[in-house]
C-alpha cells in the first residue's frame, strides 16, 4: 500500500509539473471591441472595459475566459520583428474556435507594456497587459 500511495504522489507531481511547463497564462487587465469604419477608413473603439481576463497559451492555443470562453489554435509558427521602441510577433492563418480564420499579434514596448490583438476583416479585439497606474 505505501509503495502504492508513494508511486501515485510521484505520478501526481510528474504530471502537474509537465502541465505547468506547458502553458503560460496571462491577465488582461483591460480589453477593448473594435469594427472597422468604411466611412472614416479607421477602426471604431468604444470605451476601454477594465476587467482582468486571464489568457492562457497551451499547446499552441490560446484560450480566453471572456464570456465567449474564446479559443484561437494557432496553425503556424509567428513572424517575429524586433523594432527599436517595440517587438511584435504575428501569427497569420489562427482558426477560432467557430471555424473563422484571423490573426493573432502581440505588441511588447520597451517599457514592458503589451498588447494582444486579434483581427477579424471587420472587428478587432484588442487586450491589454501591465497598464501603468
Known sequence: MKIFLVMLTALLITTMSCYAQDSTVLKSEAQKMCT????????NCPDVLYKEVAIVLKNEVFYINDEYNSK????????FTKYDDHNLIVFNNVIDKDGERCVL?????VNGNT???????NKQLRYFFNIPN
Open 115 to 121: 498588447s494582444m490583438y486579434i483581427d477579424y476583416k
Open 105 to 109: 499579434s502581440m505588441i511588447t514596448l
Open 36 to 43: 472597422w469604419n468604411d466611412t472614416l477608413r479607421d477602426w
Open 72 to 79: 484561437y489554435k494557432l496553425t503556424s509558427k509567428g513572424d
